[in-house]
C-alpha cells in the first residue's frame, strides 16, 4: 500500500522543519496545502494542489489517486495540532497516511519568551466564538488568533471578562524575516487593518510584575 505524507513543516521558515519532514515532501510527487506551505517548497517544482476550504475535493482527490502518486499533504506547525490531520484521521485508516510532526506555532512563540507552556490552556481560535472558548480560563493562556478573533477583539473581550490586569505578548510572523514579538497590557493594543500570523499569549496575573 502506497502511504501519503502528513507532514507539519513548523511555523514557516526551512530552518524549523525537520529533515526527515523535507525529505517526505521532496520525495513526492504532489504537494497539496495552503499558498505558505506550498511557497516553501516551490524550489522543488513538484505538481501542487491548492488547499482553500475546499477540503471535500482534496480529500476525494487523495482517496482516488494515492495508490497512483506519492501525495504529500503540508500543514503548518505539527498536523496534530489543529489542522486537516483532523479529517483525514476521520476519513482514512491511520496504516494509509504517515505523520511527520513539526513544531507548533505556540511552541515557538513560548520559546521566544522564556516561558513553560506545561502550565498554559493552548486555544485555538480558529474559526470560534471568543466567549465560548475563554469563558472561565484562569491560567496562562495561549492562543492561536484568526482573521476575526484578532489580538485587538481578544483583548477588547478579555478587558470586559475579568481579564484587566493581565498582560499579553503577541508573536507575529514567527520564523520569518518580519517576526515581531511584543509585550504588552491589553488596554494599549490597538486594532489593525492586515491580519497577521499571530500567537497571543496572556499572562497569569501573579507573574506579572510590571502590572
Ligand atoms: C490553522 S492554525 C494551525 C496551527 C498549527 N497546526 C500549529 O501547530 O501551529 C493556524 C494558526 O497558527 C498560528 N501560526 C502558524 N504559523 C505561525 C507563525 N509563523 N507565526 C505566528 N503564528 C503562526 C496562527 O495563529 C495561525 O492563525
Given at each position: 500500500?502506497?502511504?501519503?505524507?502528513v507532514v507539519?513543516?513548523?511555523?514557516g521558515?526551512?530552518?524549523y522543519?525537520?529533515?526527515i519532514?523535507?525529505?517526505?515532501v521532496?520525495n513526492?510527487d504532489?504537494?497539496?496545502?495552503?499558498?505558505r506551505?506550498?511557497?516553501?517548497?516551490?524550489?522543488?517544482?513538484?505538481?501542487?494542489?491548492?488547499?482553500?476550504?475546499n477540503?471535500?475535493?482534496?480529500l476525494?482527490y487523495?482517496?482516488?489517486?494515492?495508490e497512483?502518486?506519492?501525495?504529500?499533504?503540508l500543514?503548518s506547525?505539527?498536523?496534530g495540532y489543529?489542522?486537516?490531520?483532523?479529517?483525514?484521521?476521520?476519513q482514512?485508516?491511520?496504516?494509509?497516511?504517515?505523520?511527520y510532526?513539526g513544531?507548533?506555532?505556540?511552541?515557538?512563540?513560548?520559546?521566544?519568551i522564556?516561558?513553560?507552556w506545561?502550565d498554559?490552556?493552548l486555544?485555538?481560535l480558529?474559526g470560534?466564538?471568543l466567549?465560548?472558548?475563554l469563558?472561565g480560563?484562569?491560567?496562562?493562556l495561549?492562543?492561536?488568533t484568526?482573521?476575526?478573533?484578532?489580538?485587538w477583539h481578544?483583548?477588547?473581550?478579555?478587558?470586559?471578562h475579568?481579564?484587566?490586569?493581565?498582560?499579553?505578548?503577541i508573536?507575529?510572523?514567527?520564523?520569518y524575516g518580519?517576526?515581531?514579538?511584543?509585550?504588552?497590557?491589553?488596554?494599549d493594543?490597538?486594532?489593525?487593518?492586515?491580519y497577521?500570523?499571530c500567537?497571543?499569549?496572556?499572562?497569569?496575573k501573579?507573574?506579572?510584575s510590571?502590572l
Amino acid at each position: 500500500m502506497n502511504k501519503f505524507s502528513v507532514v507539519g513543516i513548523g511555523p514557516g521558515n526551512m530552518d524549523y522543519i525537520l529533515p526527515i519532514s523535507r525529505k517526505a515532501v521532496e520525495n513526492a510527487d504532489l504537494l497539496i496545502g495552503g499558498p505558505r506551505q506550498l511557497e516553501l517548497f516551490s524550489y522543488t517544482e513538484k505538481r501542487e494542489l491548492l488547499l482553500k476550504g475546499n477540503y471535500k475535493e482534496i480529500l476525494t482527490y487523495i482517496k482516488e489517486n494515492k495508490e497512483k502518486e506519492k501525495i504529500a499533504v503540508l500543514v503548518s506547525g505539527d498536523p496534530g495540532y489543529h489542522s486537516l490531520l483532523g479529517m483525514i484521521s476521520r476519513q482514512f485508516s491511520s496504516d494509509q497516511y504517515r505523520v511527520y510532526p513539526g513544531l507548533s506555532s505556540f511552541q515557538v512563540a513560548m520559546a521566544r519568551i522564556g516561558e513553560i507552556w506545561n502550565d498554559a490552556d493552548l486555544i485555538s481560535l480558529h474559526g470560534k466564538s471568543l466567549s465560548k472558548v475563554l469563558e472561565g480560563k484562569g491560567k496562562k493562556l495561549v492562543l492561536l488568533t484568526d482573521h476575526k478573533n484578532t489580538p485587538w477583539h481578544i483583548a477588547r473581550y478579555l478587558l470586559n471578562h475579568g481579564y484587566e490586569g493581565r498582560e499579553a505578548l503577541i508573536a507575529e510572523n514567527l520564523t520569518y524575516g518580519n517576526e515581531k514579538i511584543r509585550k504588552i497590557k491589553l488596554k494599549d493594543i490597538i486594532e489593525e487593518d492586515e491580519y497577521k500570523l499571530c500567537v497571543m499569549i496572556i499572562m497569569k496575573k501573579e507573574e506579572n510584575s510590571t502590572l
